[in-house]
């Protein structure tokens, strides 16, 4: 028995004394020095013909669905808000879709010493409900990197239809002008409550085009920045659709830089084009007004599609956990004795 043991010990001495000479013979060594005399070269050459690659042909259609999405929900939230009233936070960016807003104590505004208050509400439009994100436009992908003394050199356009055109969309073709810049966010467009019991069924169809084409600018965003490289700061809410981001010192996250402050870039997700805006909703076991004891209890849900739900529109699944639709209402030992009679 004891032969075999040896035995057996010194087959497996062998076996790894066998892998370990074809790992050695196929490993890498590292011990020359790098002669960046020949690579540079190689390295520039390969970075200038990266443009050959763009824009993907697979993509295009892709961008060009992203153009009609925008310019639908832009249209439908147009309307949507001429029969359902938003207000918004003088103070902060919070926003509530409905005729009065909330008294949970959320309010963070810059201008108020005293954080978490109550949040003075005022009417909102569009620009609360879709959060206008613009970024430079280059003239081509691959170009060299915007330093700070050329920032008034470009013009500033939404991220998204920066992310188009370089995919291969022309955002300046006459065919297009209509749909991308006519439907542009603008502030003119306020909530003006206009008698919406007469336009139910119409209303409808309209709340479920709007979901639908939210739903579909966020996919196909999704699926262009898989392709295309887009940058975002991690200190602010700047974004740079590109392979790196720009020089604009424009960052003012901290008070000894100012304006003079430089971008921390990072890679830009989904949210940083197309932000969510998530709001506080009221579910039929809610009270009337929503009060900060309860907040626990209450659901949220993205402002584009608490607007359509109002309307009508059927809600996908995913987002049911979000808005707490089967959740327990607070209970009233937590709310405070008011009438809302």
């Known amino acids: ?53 763009y824009p993907v ?8 669905e992203v153009i009609k999405a925008r310019a639908l929900l832009i249209d439908g939230i147009t309307t949507l808000l001429k029969s359902i009233p938003i207000k918004a936070c003088k103070f902060c960016p919070e926003i509530f879709i409905g005729e009065k807003g909330h008294l949970i104590k959320t309010c963070r505004g810059f201008r108020r010493h005293a954080k978490n208050q109550v949040h003075e509400w ?23 990197i915007i330093k700070h003394d050329q920032r008034f050199d470009f013009d500033r356009i939404p991220a998204v239809l920066e992310l188009c055109c370089q995919a291969g969309v022309n955002i300046f073709d006459e065919s297009l002008q209509s749909m991308i810049w006519k439907s542009n966010i603008s502030e003119g467009s306020t909530a003006t409550a206009t008698n919406p019991q007469l336009f139910v069924d119409d209303l409808i169809t309209i709340a479920n085009g709007t979901l639908d084409a939210w739903e579909r600018l966020r996919s196909g965003v999704q ?22 981001g720009h020089k604009a010192r424009l960052c003012g996250v901290f008070k000894h830089e100012s304006w003079r402050g430089t971008h921390l870039w990072k890679k830009a997700e989904l949210d940083d084009l197309v932000p969510p805006k998530v709001v506080w909703r009221r579910r039929c076991q809610d009270p ?12 949220h849900a993205p402002a584009v599609v608490e607007l359509c739900a109002q309307a009508g529109a059927v ?18 030992s937590l709310l405070p004795n008011i009438s809302f009679s």
């Not at 010990?9 to 490993?27: E, I, P, V």
């Not at 042909?57 to 060009?64: D, K, L, Q």
């Not at 206008?132 to 691959?142: A, D, G, N, S």
């Not at 699944?317 to 707490?324: H, N």
Request: glycine letters at 8%.
């Open 57 to 64: 042909e697979a993509m295009v259609p892709v961008a060009y």
């Open 288 to 299: 009337p007004l929503l009060f900060d004891e309860g907040r626990d209890f209450y659901g």
């Open 1 to 53: 028995m004891w032969r075999g043991f040896m035995a057996l010990q010194q087959k497996l001495g062998y076996h790894m004394l066998d892998n370990a000479a074809y790992y050695f013979s196929q490993s890498r060594h590292y011990s020359k020095k790098v002669d960046w005399k020949k690579l540079r070269p190689m390295i520039h050459k390969r970075i200038g013909k990266r443009a050959r690659d």
């Open 223 to 244: 699926r262009l920045l898989l392709v295309y490289p887009g940058k975002v700061c991690k200190h602010c809410s700047e974004v740079h659709i590109g392979p790196s």
């Open 122 to 144: 005022t009417t909102g439009g569009l620009n609360d409900i879709l959060v206008p994100v613009e970024t430079f436009h280059l003239r081509k992908m691959f170009q060299d």
């Open 315 to 332: 809600v996908p699944t995913k987002y049911f956990c979000m808005m707490k639709f089967n959740g327990l209402g607070p209970p009233a």
